[in-house]
């Protein structure tokens, strides 16, 4: 439990200093961190639920460092958010 909270709060900070870093308003930043909260339950909850099997899914903190490098490269929300989600999976 402890690792989880941990990770959690690591990717939050990474999560939002990227999104913000690639121009997303603050309202873009926090209901794109609230989406992924929520697929991120979401899948925690009926993968396992399907598979009958403890099947565990989190979005890597590199993948919310490359959010921050975007920023400097790309300039642009949506590919930001393309580059993450393609990182989490």
């Known amino acids: 439990m402890v690792a ?3 990770g959690f709060a690591s990717s939050f900070v990474l999560v939002i200093a990227g999104l913000r870093a690639v121009g997303a308003s603050e309202a873009q930043a926090s209901s ?3 989406a992924l909260c929520v697929v991120v ?3 925690c909850i009926v993968i396992p639920a399907y598979f009958r099997l403890p ?3 989190a979005c890597s903190t590199p993948g919310a460092a490359l959010l921050v490098a ?3 490269t790309t300039n642009q929300y949506p ?3 393309g ?3 393609l990182c989490c999976t």
């Open 41 to 43: 339950g979401f899948l």
């Open 55 to 57: 099947i565990s899914f």
């Open 70 to 72: 975007a920023g400097e």
């Open 32 to 34: 794109g961190f609230f």
């Open 4 to 6: 989880a909270i941990t």
């Open 83 to 85: 580059a993450f989600l």
């Open 79 to 81: 590919a930001a958010i």
